[in-house]
């Protein structure tokens, strides 16, 4: 199989399973598990689903403001600043690529990491 990344933007509420089951958004508890806290998801398209809580934390980040947007740009960025060093210190880069490969890689995360001090100057005038 093949690796997928999906960005989709929703409405949620918070809501429990059992409420999820009352509404009938979510199966029954049929294999009697605890229940669970959760969202209530509503798609682009209307389609309406239950998320237990832990499920939905790691797929979305609230995106209400423009702060929240910048935050979820900041941490998405950090995240993979923190990858592309990781890769810098594995056989692979050393070894492997060649220098022009090994020097694009340099100015990627230079100039990756330039544009999160822009966003985090940019968060900084936010919160003023």
């Given at each position: 199989m093949?690796?997928?990344?999906?960005v989709k933007e929703v409405l949620a509420e918070p809501m429990n399973e059992c409420d999820?089951?009352?509404?009938?958004i979510a199966r029954s508890n049929s294999?009697?598990?605890?229940?669970?806290?959760?969202y209530k998801v509503v798609y682009e398209d209307g389609y309406t689903s239950w998320s237990p809580e832990n499920v939905f934390t790691?797929?979305?980040?609230?995106a209400n403001t423009p702060l929240?947007?910048?935050?979820?740009?900041?941490?998405?960025l950090s995240d993979k600043i923190e990858k592309l060093f990781a890769f810098?210190?594995?056989?692979t880069?050393?070894?492997k690529l060649n220098g022009f490969e090994r020097e694009l890689m340099y100015k990627?995360?230079?100039?990756?990491t330039e544009y999160r001090q822009c966003l985090i100057e940019r968060k900084r005038l936010m919160k003023e």
């Open positions: 093949k690796k997928y990344i999906g999820a089951v009352e509404q009938g294999d009697n598990h605890e229940w669970r806290h959760g790691k797929a979305y980040k609230i929240d947007r910048v935050n979820i740009e900041i941490d998405n810098t210190k594995t056989d880069f050393i070894h990627q995360f230079n100039l990756m």
